[in-house]
């Protein structure tokens, strides 16, 4: 880079020339820009729903997350990252974001058509674009909720069936320790 300056002095008019080496810097910002489209990459390739945000707007969110909530890139960045969080969750889920707790917790979400749906959120801080920022991944549990209930509903079907039986039943796994009577 080359700053030309002129100087009047004494009469004379003069010029100031000042030569800076930008390699260090180019360098830099190169490798800022791969960081960044390696992380879009690694973003778009999750299930998981990724937002990056400065601890209150959203900056970046992947298909996944979008997808998950039912909207758009354009519709998620700008917006506060809790309007993503069910009305009735959000007070423990900006808890959590204040406090820049790490571990995964589970939360209620809510999609832009106003349903809600069980998650596993966890979050960290980055340095994104030169800036400290926090990523989070968003899990959607709706289908281990859903298992859940298919194995208790399963379960309390057999219990009825073996207590409504005369018969006596046992099962016994392959060591042969009781598993049922």
Not at 42 to 55: K, M, S, Y
Not at 99 to 127: M, N, V
Not at 128 to 147: K, N, P
């Amino acid at each position: 880079e080359v700053q030309v300056e002129r100087i009047v002095q004494a009469g004379s008019i003069l010029r100031a020339v000042l030569i800076r080496d930008l390699t260090a810097q180019r360098a830099a910002e190169a490798s800022l820009r791969e960081s960044e489209a390696n992380y879009r990459a690694l973003a778009a390739a999750t299930r998981e729903g990724v937002i990056i945000h400065d601890g209150e707007r959203i900056v970046e969110v992947n298909d996944a997350f979008c997808s998950l909530h039912g909207t758009s890139r354009e519709e998620a960045i700008g917006r506060p990252a809790y309007s993503f969080i069910a009305p009735e969750a959000r007070a423990a889920a900006l808890a959590a974001i204040s406090a820049g707790a790490t571990a995964p917790y589970e939360t209620l979400a809510q999609r832009a058509d106003g349903t809600t749906f069980p998650i596993e959120a966890a979050g960290r801080p980055i340095l994104y674009g030169g800036r400290v920022m926090r990523v989070a991944t968003i899990r959607d549990l709706s289908g281990h909720r859903e298992a859940e209930a298919a194995l208790r509903e399963s379960e309390e079907r057999f219990r009825g069936f073996a207590e409504a039986t005369g018969d006596v039943l046992w099962i016994a796994d392959i060591a042969g320790r009781l598993e049922y009577l």
